[in-house]
């Protein structure tokens, strides 16, 4: 597993995660979920402590894992969702970017059955994604917007995919604005699986 050197020495107490996070550090062997309603600031967040820990000279243990889809803006403006699925996106070259063009399904579908087909297209995808995870010796994952995943996956299935990381943190959608249907009820059943299997659980409250 790739542990290219001790972190770099930063000063200072880490205001990402106040009353829970001393420093950035601290998210190191832990398993962090982070979840929320749609425009909560759940990818911010994680990208403020992706780039907490690159400052510290981790870049080279680093893997993101992107589940966020393409939105076109005009759909996401029609739908009332400006701002919903942002990337995650590292800001230095050695973290290890994995992503795929994923649609997403509730937005872009006209009929249901449309819908789960999408939400399975997504699912092989992914599952690509997460396989090419384990090979790469990174011992610290991030992965943005899981609940894409969870539209037509496990939440077994995806822990077992993460279990050779040592530091996981995952955001995704947990909430009631994108409606109703099939895809919306196992999403929800399986990221009700996915916050109890993390210790470490963060639910951002939705903006009035």
């Not at 992706?50 to 000279?57: I, N, R, S, T, V």
Request: aromatic share 4%; glycine share 10%; proline share 8%.
């Amino acid at each position: 597993m790739t542990r290219q050197g001790p972190p770099k020495e930063v000063d200072g107490p880490s205001p990402l995660l106040p009353g829970l996070l001393s420093t950035p550090l601290d998210v190191l062997g832990r398993r962090i979920l982070i979840f929320g309603e749609v425009n909560t600031g759940k990818t911010t967040l994680a990208s403020g402590i992706l780039d907490a820990l690159c400052a510290h000279g981790l870049s080279s243990r680093i893997a993101v894992i992107d589940m966020a889809p393409e939105i076109p803006e005009q759909v996401a403006l029609e739908r009332g969702m400006k701002g919903v699925g942002g990337k995650l996106l590292p800001h230095v070259s050695d973290v290890l970017y994995l992503a795929a063009p994923l649609k997403p399904p509730r937005l872009s579908a006209r009929t249901e059955d449309e819908a789960l087909l999408i939400a399975e297209e997504n699912r092989e995808k992914i599952e690509s994604l997460l396989e090419a995870y384990p090979p790469s010796g990174r011992d610290i994952l991030f992965v943005n917007d899981v609940s894409i995943y969870l539209h037509a996956g496990t939440t077994e299935r995806l822990l077992g995919y993460m279990a050779g990381a040592t530091t996981v943190v995952a955001n995704g959608y947990h909430g009631m604005r994108l409606g109703s249907g099939v895809i919306t009820l196992h999403e929800a059943a399986e990221m009700g699986k996915l916050i109890e299997a993390f210790p470490c659980r963060i639910s951002l409250p939705a903006r009035e």
